[in-house]
């Protein structure tokens, strides 16, 4: 059986609940994402095999990246430099997206997956 868009009516049911929980619309595109923060690289890692482990069973998987906080694309070299020596370029956010790509859209599985997500992550 081909995997079906959520409906108008499950998206309300479903959807609304993670947008209260800081997961957002991703612009132009059928898809939820959601960023999550850590205290160091080593935590969002533990996260993200958690979150693997999960993908690997249900066979449904996220867009994802591993990125660090202090690492603009706009700061200088040598704030850069600076946040290198204080060690605070740690990789300690990642950020999520969920669609499935089967139906170009949000599916039920992602839907499970965003709940998954949500019930391994301790706020910081
Ligand atoms: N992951 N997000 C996402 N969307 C899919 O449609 C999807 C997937 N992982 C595996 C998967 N589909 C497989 O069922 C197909 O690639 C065969």
Redesign the pocket.
């Known amino acids: 059986m081909p995997i079906a868009k959520l409906t108008t009516d499950e998206r309300k049911k479903l959807v609304e609940p993670l947008k209260n929980n800081e997961w957002e619309l991703v612009d132009g595109r059928d898809a939820i994402k959601k960023k999550f923060k850590f205290n160091d690289f080593n935590e969002a890692f533990g996260f993200m095999t958690r979150i693997a482990l999960q993908a690997d069973k249900v ?4 867009e994802w990246f591993n990125v660090s906080v202090g690492a603009k694309r706009s700061q200088t070299n040598s704030s850069l430099r600076l946040n290198s020596i204080l060690n605070l370029q740690v990789y300690n956010n990642v950020e999520i997206t ?5 139906c170009q859209g949000l599916s039920v ?1 992602d839907v499970d997956l965003a709940n998954f997500i949500d019930s391994i992550y301790k706020r910081q």
């Open positions: 066979d449904h998987h996220p969920l669609a499935t790509h089967e599985r």
